[in-house]
């Protein structure tokens, strides 16, 4: 458990960290406000999404808290804008990435709980604007280099799907393999409006191998060794290549990123590059230079193999002279998973989640909030922070308002700009913002209020629904779901509005792909 610190003295370090971040911003946002114009039109992206990094993994958020070296996600933020109440719209994988991907929250789709599973349908529907999409109608070159987790046309013959399930190897097996992998595969990132893609689908599940575009790389047809499964590694086997090494995936990945930002270098089109780290997600297949680095463990290592993953990624765009003209984004899909130990890390002076309960899967604070850092120069004032209520749903709706695209109403439902923000307007861009944890139970945060739908995640008695006032606990350690009735009863009416219009943003009413309940009936468990 975190320790636990009076809800008072949390309160006034709280208030007192506020009134310094606005001095900063105000500081910051008169000098970027002069420097605006140095700013393109249309400026090159980069939004680099780690996996399962926690909120206190990092240096520049956990501070003392964290143990974990981080010195290039550090120099990142020093050079922009760090926001501490940032959340991924999901505390599980797929659903966050559906919402970064569509402005739109996943639980209004099929995915009203859980993953995309292993051989999973397309959640993204084919016909809905995405983030890549819009960007390649703006004129920029689109690529998604990383995980995907989002589903393809895997088109698996009617009564072979347990061949792609089990560790086996015979010849029946075999040929499944070869008939599915030896076609090309509908549904991924190319058809969602990205020119071009090269990564893993799942990094700990199979096919364990690459996927370019539309193919895989190669012909997976061995099962992935047994040396290999288990122990925080892959957690199933499958079809793999044959000297398939899990710890070559994250290097692998980076060398593509910095070859596609070279081949940029000489290009007066814009680009667009989703880069999905698939770390410090399992496997915690760290290579050699990091093993051990930590002292605390091997997810730990991985953390900072990740960071210097990442300080290898903006050094190639400093080498390519794209720094000033590209708009940096790093964030996290959720908060750390429980396999990474958080216990045993915690007991030596780690805390993944900061002060923050929970942890991945969870609708408290720790399942959700997550590091988001903002570097663009020439308009976002380096060193500067926001204590601003925002959600990597918001993406979307900042990418239009930068390249000034007005959206249909039947795109981007969940999303508002951080434009004001990110120009250093100390503003509150919304007032409310949904979360689901990995059980498909949803938390409404308005203002200083959140309150948990449950059951599940989030609920002390299992059955909720529960309310904290962050603002004086932010541990959500106090249910005042009694005491503050008025509150609860608001913020319930709050939802239902969101749910019923099929929305959260102003705007047409649109539809919800399901019938949507605010509390599920059913609660089955997300992986």
């Known amino acids: ?24 911003a105000l500081a910051g946002a008169h000098a970027a406000a002069q420097d ?27 501070g003392e808290r964290c143990k974990i070296a981080t010195p290039n996600l550090d120099r990142l933020a020093s050079q922009g804008l760090r926001f501490t109440d940032a959340h991924a719209a999901a505390a599980i994988c797929a ?8 402005g739109r929250y996943a639980w209004r789709t ?37 995980k995907w987790h989002l589903g393809w046309d895997w088109r698996i013959p009617a009564g072979k799907e347990p061949f792609f399930r089990g560790r086996g190897q015979d010849e ?22 990205f020119d071009e893609y090269f990564g893993v689908d799942i990094p700990n599940h199979p096919p364990f191998c690459f996927l370019e575009n539309d ?9 992935l060794p047994e040396s290999q499964i288990g122990d925080n590694l892959a957690s199933v086997g499958g079809p793999a290549l044959d000297g398939w090494k899990l710890e070559g995936v994250l290097p692998t990945l980076g060398e593509r990123a910095t070859r596609f930002l070279a081949a940029r270098k000489e290009s007066k089109q814009p680009f ?36 210097a993953w990442v300080g290898r990624v903006l050094a190639a765009l400093d080498e390519a002279g794209l720094t000033d003209s590209t708009l940096v984004v790093f964030t996290s899909d959720n908060g750390c998973a429980p396999v990474a130990g958080i216990e045993a890390l915690q007991a030596k002076g780690h805390f993944p989640s900061g002060p923050w309960r929970g942890r991945k899967q969870d609708a408290w604070e720790g399942g959700h909030r997550v590091p988001l850092i903002v570097r663009w120069p020439g308009v976002v004032a380096p060193g500067t922070s926001s204590a601003r209520l925002v959600g990597l749903v918001d993406v979307f709706a900042t990418f239009a308002s930068i390249v000034g695209a007005e959206l249909p109403a039947n795109v981007a439902e969940d999303s508002v700009s951080l434009l004001p923000i990110l120009r250093g307007e100390d503003v509150a861009v919304r007032e409310a913002l949904v979360s689901q944890s990995g059980s498909g139970v949803l938390a409404l945060r308005s203002g200083k209020w959140k309150a948990i739908f449950g059951p599940g995640s989030g609920a002390p008695d299992g059955s909720g629904p529960s309310l904290f006032d962050l603002e004086v606990d932010p541990g959500e350690t106090r249910d005042l779901a009694t005491a503050s009735a008025e509150q609860l009863q608001r913020l319930t009416g709050e939802l239902q509005r969101s ?29």
């Open 1 to 24: 458990m975190l320790p636990r610190f009076p809800s008072a003295v949390i309160g006034l370090v709280t208030r007192l960290a506020t009134c310094v971040v606005a001095c900063v």
């Open 36 to 62: 605006a114009s140095r700013a393109p039109a249309k400026p090159n992206v980069l939004l680099i999404v780690a996996d399962d990094l926690g909120w206190g993994d990092v240096g520049c958020y956990g």
């Open 95 to 102: 659903p966050s990435r559906y919402a970064l991907l569509t």
């Open 110 to 146: 099929r995915l009203r709980a859980g993953n995309v599973e292993s051989w999973g349908k397309p959640l993204i529907a084919a016909d809905r604007l995405t983030l890549a999409e819009l960007a390649r109608r703006q004129g920029y070159r689109t690529a998604c280099i990383g």
């Open 172 to 193: 029946a097996r075999l040929a499944a393999w070869r008939e599915v992998f030896g076609r090309a595969i509908g549904g991924g990132p190319t058809t969602r409006g």
């Open 215 to 223: 193919r895989t790389v190669g012909v997976p047809s061995v099962p």
């Open 272 to 307: 667009f590059l989703y880069l999905a780290a698939t770390a410090p997600h399992t496997p915690y297949a760290v290579n050699e230079p990091w093993r051990g680095k930590s002292g605390l463990g091997a997810y730990a290592d991985l953390v900072m193999e990740t960071d």
């Open 499 to 527: 749910i019923d219009l099929g929305r959260s943003t102003p705007g047409e009413p649109q539809q919800n792909d399901i019938p949507v309940e605010l509390r599920p009936s059913k609660t089955p468990k997300g992986k």
